[in-house]
């Protein structure tokens, strides 16, 4: 089957401590942390989501960027906005001032700064909504504000997983309508067998490289590639263990270059993680 793959950078806004990390958590990874590690910076995931178009699969690559919640300006927010093809905006169902903060605060920043690419897909995910007995907020508050908008808006909770999949994918869609695509004929695939075989996860770690170098010509990056991969004695069907953590750490050495050390190393963890799950 032909497969068309489109990338798109998305962004998660709002408050301190609403979820957004743990929203992005769930849906990258399938956890949860009770513990609240405030997110420093910028932290940026990926995710592959799969819709079918016919006789074709067009494969959606997310660059998924989470920021910090804290108000203060700062230089990291604005290369995170740059390019940006759609946002989740994030309230807490448990604290009222969130979606307030969502409307006076994130809102008219993302405004002020996208202005010039023109208007990106908005949804907005009312999350923690499984602490039924703490909710300050409903469903119709959300829509009261926003349905005016057109944004979607979904009751989430990054804990149970509740809309998680279903908010991200309507972003999604939403993302490949503004690119002219006809939403009667695209069909998400939801059920894609997202295991990952050894063989795979050298593929897996090399895009994930690509991806994130955000080059226009791949061309340019294949023959370091291949040199990595030759340091690393990794053949790319039959990949060991000692030799994909070589080549995860050829990766890091080059990226903390361009990137700096701490998202080299985010990078690398992250990676590490696929092979342990092997
Ligand atoms: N019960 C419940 N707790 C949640 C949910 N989502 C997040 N939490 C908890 O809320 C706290 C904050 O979550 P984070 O995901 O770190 O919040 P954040 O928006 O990334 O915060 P910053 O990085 O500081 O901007 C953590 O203790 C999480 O465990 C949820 O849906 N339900
Ligand atoms: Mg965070």
Redesign the pocket.
């Known amino acids: 089957m032909e497969t068309k793959e489109i990338k798109r950078k998305i962004v998660l806004l709002?408050d301190?401590?609403?979820?957004?990390?743990?929203l992005i958590n769930n849906y990258v990874h399938n956890t949860f942390?009770?513990?609240?590690?405030?997110?420093i910076g910028v932290r940026i995931s990926q995710k592959m989501v799969r819709f079918r178009q016919r006789e074709r699969q067009i494969s959606l690559n997310f660059g998924i960027w989470d920021l910090?919640?804290q108000k203060e300006d700062s230089a990291v927010r604005l290369s995170a906005f740059a390019g940006i093809n759609g946002v989740i905006m994030?309230a807490d169902m448990t604290r009222m001032g969130t979606l307030k903060s969502l409307v006076e605060y994130w809102y008219p920043l993302l405004k002020g700064r996208t202005g010039s690419t023109g208007e990106v897909p908005i949804i907005i995910f009312g999350?923690?909504s499984?602490?039924k007995d703490q909710m300050e907020l409903q469903l119709k508050d959300l829509e009261k504000v926003f349905k005016p908008f057109g944004f979607s808006c979904f009751l989430s909770?990054?804990?149970t997983g509740l809309n998680v999949q279903n908010g991200f994918t309507e972003l999604g869609l939403q993302l490949l309508v503004s690119k002219g695509y006809d939403p009667r004929s695209l069909r998400h695939i939801s059920h894609f067998d997202e295991r990952i075989h050894m063989k795979d996860i050298s593929k897996k770690i090399i895009q994930d490289f690509i991806f994130l170098a955000m080059v226009d010509d791949v061309d340019e990056l294949s023959p370091f590639i291949k040199t990595c991969l030759k340091k690393a004695d990794v053949d790319l069907l039959n990949a060991t263990i000692p030799g994909l953590i070589k080549l995860i750490e050829l990766l890091r050495i080059e990226e903390e270059k361009s990137l700096g050390k701490f998202m080299a190393q985010n990078n690398a963890d992250n990676r590490i993680s696929w092979v342990n799950a092997t």
Do not use: F, I, P, Q
């Open positions: 709002g301190g401590a609403v979820g957004k990390t743990s942390d009770e513990k609240y590690l405030r997110t910090y919640g994030v999350n923690k499984d602490l909770s990054a804990k």
